[in-house]
């Protein structure tokens, strides 16, 4: 028995179930379900086709090029995606836990960010750095929060000017987005993933990507004001503000 809202698995064949909810979906409705006898996850939300289908040849491209990333299965007539649903392959792992791990997540961000140079911007996002012109872009909107902070952020971001750009992941620092295991590194859960400067993903515990003085303290300064612009007004968000420096 399916879920409320979840008819449109039955596009992904006749031997399919929603087995339990997952923890961790904040923006979208997550199940394990089974596929073809094999466990699987499924992602029911309100993302647009554009957006959807950016997210699904992001992943697929990731996983031609040897990362590993859940990876869309298709429907019974090809499709990734059907009225917002996602059905991708189960990633093993458990969260990083040593100073190792975490060097591990920073070489595979790394690599994320090689394998997605010239990668067009998500529908919809905007770059920190567009962000010095623009006010609004998907989940940020610079006129909600109180001017003298936009100031901060932008003068932030503004030390960002001239960098080349990638996609960034956006959200490594929740240990529930990383899957490690002794052989691999899975990224999961794009949600906030979009086109940005790499130093975005790079704040990282026991400063793991190995950035030192100046690029350090612009890397951790765009992003604090990155992760306030993204999740204002929370609790959180009033707190990485706090971390912007005045201008």
């Excluded at 409705?29 to 699904?56: K, N, Y």
């Excluded at 901060?152 to 971001?157: H, L, T, V």
């Amino acid at each position: 028995m399916s879920p409320v809202g979840w008819e449109a698995l039955a596009q992904w064949g006749e031997d399919i179930a929603c087995i339990e909810p997952l923890a961790g979906g904040v923006a979208n409705d997550v199940w394990s379900v089974r596929v073809d006898g094999h466990f699987a996850v499924g992602r029911l939300g309100t993302r647009s086709d554009a957006d959807l289908a950016w997210e699904t040849e992001l992943l697929q491209h990731l996983d031609r090029e040897g990362l590993t990333v859940p990876v869309p299965i298709p429907t019974t007539d090809g499709r990734l995606f059907v009225d917002g649903l996602v059905v991708m392959t189960y990633v093993e792992g458990g969260p990083p836990e040593t100073e190792a791990d975490r060097r591990r997540v920073a070489e595979t961000l790394r690599q994320l960010h090689r394998l997605t140079q010239g990668w067009p911007q998500r529908p919809g996002w905007r770059s920190s750095t567009d962000l010095l012109h623009a006010e609004t872009g998907t989940k940020i909107d610079l006129a909600a929060m109180p001017p003298e902070g936009v100031a901060r952020c932008r003068a932030a971001w503004a030390r960002l000017i001239g960098r080349q750009q990638c996609v960034v992941h956006g959200n490594t620092n929740n240990p529930s987005n990383v899957r490690v295991t002794a052989d691999r590194v899975a990224l999961i859960d794009w949600d906030e993933s979009h086109v940005d400067v790499p130093d975005l993903d790079l704040v990282l515990p026991y400063n793991a990507a190995g950035l030192e003085g100046a690029a350090h303290d612009i890397a951790a300064q765009a992003s604090a004001a990155w992760e306030a612009a993204v999740c204002w007004k929370d609790e959180y968000a009033v707190k990485r503000l706090a971390e912007v420096r005045a201008v």
